[in-house]
């Protein structure tokens, strides 16, 4: 238990340090609106609605995928996503922790589902929940037991993440984790069904290489 409290802890810190450069910038200062964007800028947290909003770009819009959404970070999830996100999972972890470090923990840590997490995606005018992307039968099939948001990001995974999202790629020596890593991740991504990942309704998406916002909305606490 003392174990699980400072590694609670641990999130907490991070995810508040995170926020602070955010909200401010990395070097201390406010950004300049004449100023290139950086990075973590492209990343907005509203903690008082409980969103965090990104952009994204879409890698295909039919087949079957794993994950609707892709977070850089777990490189072999890539070419299994609809679309990629402009901000890497490190970001997005620290950023949904900092909205909710209990409900973080049991995503994260727990591996748990948590309902009423809501993924909006915005085009131009046009926005769509995910239920809209999904061939007819898979829409069926994941309604039954509810969209979760595990079904649609990998959040990324305590026993892994420590090669997988390490800076500047992982060293050559950790290679034989790899086959384990997905081994191992791959059996956590079967549903109740027996079934993983999901089929595309062709023509719901924007073509591939567009760009489009995406909305990522905490339920109340």
Known sequence: ????????????????????????????????????????????????????????????????????????????????SAIETEVDLRQLQLALASLDWRLWDRLWAQGADVPGIRVDIAYGDRAWTPGEFLAPEEFLALEAQTIGFRHLLFPGSPYFDAVALRAGGPPCSLCPVFPLEQAVLRQRFVRRDGRSGYELRTGALPRPGTRVRLTIVLPPN
Not at 33 to 58: N, Q
Request: aromatic share 8%.
């Open 1 to 80: 238990m003392d174990r699980r409290l400072r590694a609670i802890a641990g999130w907490g810190l991070l995810a508040a340090a995170t926020l602070a450069v955010i909200v401010v910038g990395a070097d201390g200062q406010p950004p300049s609106p004449s100023s290139p964007p950086r990075h973590a800028a492209e990343l907005e947290l509203c903690p008082d609605r409980r969103i965090v909003s990104f952009d994204g770009r879409v890698l295909r819009d039919r087949g079957w995928v794993q994950f609707l959404l892709y977070a850089p970070g777990y490189e072999w999830l890539r070419d299994e």
